[in-house]
C-alpha cells in the first residue's frame, strides 16, 4: 500500500522492496497494489478498503505493506473497524520507523531509520564544521526491524471474509 506517489523516495522504497520480494522469489501481485498521492492515515483507510473488495479470492495476501507508518497505521485501524482480528486475520507492516511502532497499546510492525535518528544525524552534518559545498556525505543508519503488534507468522492463506 504505498503512498506519496510523487516523491522520490516513494519510487525508491517501491523498487527495493518488489527486488527484496524477487531475491524470496516472490512477484508482487498488481491487484493487491496501490499508490496514492498522501502517505497519511487516511490514505492508509483508503488503500486497504480497495483491497477488501478482493478479500473472498482464494489468493488474497496474509499480509500488507505499507509505504510508511502513518499509512499502516489507518489501515489497521480500518481493518480492526471493519472486524477483522490483527494480526489473525490479516497482518500489516510499514516501510519506516515512527512513535507507532515503538508507543502506545498497538504498535506497528516496521522496518527502518527512526526519523528522530535522521534527523539528528542531518543536524550534525549541517551544524558541522569545514562543510564543502559541493560536497555530499553519504550517511549509514540502522534500520531495525521492530516487531509490534500487527503482524504474526505467516499463514497459508488468510481467512475469507
Not at 495476501?61 to 481493518?79: D, H, I, K, Q, R
Request: hydrophobic share 40%; aromatic share 6%; glycine share 10%.
Amino acid at each position: 500500500l504505498g503512498g506519496n506517489a510523487n516523491l522520490g523516495r516513494h519510487e525508491s522504497r517501491f523498487a527495493a522492496f518488489k527486488t527484496a520480494l524477487a531475491q524470496k522469489g516472490l512477484k508482487l501481485d498488481p491487484r493487491y497494489t496501490t499508490v496514492l498521492g498522501e502517505g497519511d492515515r487516511a490514505e492508509g483507510s483508503e488503500a486497504i478498503h480497495s483491497m477488501l473488495k478482493h478479500a473472498r479470492r482464494k489468493d488474497f495476501p496474509t499480509a500488507f505493506a505499507t509505504y510508511n507508518t502513518s499509512m499502516a497505521s489507518g489501515a489497521a485501524l480500518t481493518l480492526l473497524r471493519e472486524g477483522w482480528k490483527l494480526p489473525d486475520d490479516l497482518s500489516i507492516a510499514a516501510g519506516d520507523v515512527s512513535h507507532l511502532s515503538t508507543e502506545g497499546t498497538f504498535r506497528i510492525t516496521s522496518a527502518g531509520t527512526s526519523p528522530d535518528k535522521l534527523g539528528m544525524a542531518a543536524a550534525r552534518l549541517i551544524l558541522a564544521e569545514g562543510i564543502h559545498e559541493e560536497g555530499f556525505t553519504d550517511l549509514l543508519l540502522p534500520a531495525p526491524l521492530i516487531i509490534g503488534d500487527s503482524t504474526c507468522p505467516p499463514r497459508a492463506a488468510a481467512p475469507k471474509r
